[in-house]
């Protein structure tokens, strides 16, 4: 594509090609925008992902040594090399460049560079100050001014991790974290788990938090408990409680430990009822045994 072939008057590119305009940037960096509109009123395009106007190397600042040719979207492990520098090469002639950078929707850094090599980050004849990013998405927006007429624009993104060589893991804040599933004494994680050990664990205290409800759900009054005569006749028959998996499924398919502790703590509720309703046969052949005794020391 011709330089030129997507601009207006010398300007951003425009939805209905009626808008022309020119900028003017001062020496300080400070710029003043006149804009001429006719006709219709239109907005500017630009979209993230463009880089027609110039290429981009990502430079060792302190080796002053280009590392690698930026392309949009490109990621970069700080652990590698974290001391940097950004330089753009024009594609045809210019006299100042203008970096604009931005991280997390917020403009941090701006430089105007007026002789090549042009550095984002200053440089004295190649000479690269040095800039040190954090993890996290940077946008770069790259203006290309003649005279003080903007000829184009370019905009791209790189994103920096800080992965150590030879690992796997990330850390931010002194916490390691991975997105992917680990296994330890094993190489294989079933599907749908984080996370295997094929051996012993041992912890002072384990958190686990389950989703759905607690089994107080049995004290409420529509709780279908089966009575003792319908439990004895589950438990001939299937040989466990209800709900409470067979040894069979247990050796095949292990136990989840919130699931578990939430089914027992049902079975205790459920005793906590039966021995509510042995109380009541209880009290009621106490009253029988005394209303007995009474009739019978009457007698005497």
Same mark, same amino acid.
């Given at each position: ?21 020119? %900028? ?5 960096? %400070?710029?003043? %925008? =006149? ?28 080796? $002053? ?42 403009? =941090? ?6 002789? +090549? ?33 903007? !000829? ?26 991975? /997105? ?10 079933? /599907? ?16 686990? #938090? ?24 589950? =438990? ?10 067979? +040894? ?28 509510? !309703? !042995? #109380?009541?046969?209880?009290? %009621? #052949? ?6 007995? !005794?009474?009739?019978? $020391?009457?007698? $005497?």
């Amino acid at each position: 594509m011709n330089r030129n072939s997507h601009k207006v008057g010398g300007c951003r590119p425009c939805s209905l090609k009626l808008f022309k305009g020119f %900028r003017f940037v001062f020496g300080t960096g %400070r710029e003043l %925008r =006149i804009t001429f509109y006719i006709g219709l009123f239109c907005l500017p395009m630009m979209s993230i992902g463009q880089m027609t106007e110039g290429t981009y190397n990502l430079i060792d600042a302190e080796m $002053d040594t280009v590392l690698v040719q930026i392309n949009d979207g490109m990621i970069w492990n700080l652990a590698d090399i974290g001391s940097l520098n950004l330089q753009a090469v024009n594609s045809y002639t210019v006299d100042q460049v203008v970096f604009e950078v931005s991280y997390q929707g917020s403009v =941090i850094h701006s430089q105007s560079e007026g002789v +090549a090599p042009y550095a984002a980050f200053v440089d004295i004849s190649g000479d690269y100050e040095i800039w040190q990013p954090v993890k996290g998405t940077y946008t770069f927006e790259v203006d290309y001014i003649l005279n003080g007429t903007l !000829q184009g624009t370019d905009v791209f993104t790189i994103t920096f991790i800080n992965i150590p060589y030879g690992s796997i893991w990330d850390e931010d804040n002194g916490t390691a974290h991975y /997105s992917g599933e680990v296994a330890i004494g094993t190489t294989v994680v079933p /599907s749908g788990f984080k996370m295997a050990v094929n051996g012993k664990l041992i912890a002072e205290e384990v958190q686990v #938090q389950l989703n759905g409800s607690w089994p107080d759900y049995v004290f409420l009054d529509y709780y279908d408990l089966l009575s003792l005569s319908e439990l004895k006749e589950y =438990i001939r028959k299937h040989g466990h409680l209800p709900k409470v998996p067979s +040894a069979e499924e247990v050796r095949a398919e292990g136990l989840s430990l919130g699931d578990m502790d939430k089914l027992l703590l049902e079975k205790v509720e459920e005793l906590t009822l039966y021995l509510f !309703q !042995q #109380q009541d046969v209880l009290l %009621r #052949q106490q009253n029988q045994i005394e209303a007995l !005794q009474e009739l019978l $020391d009457q007698k $005497d």
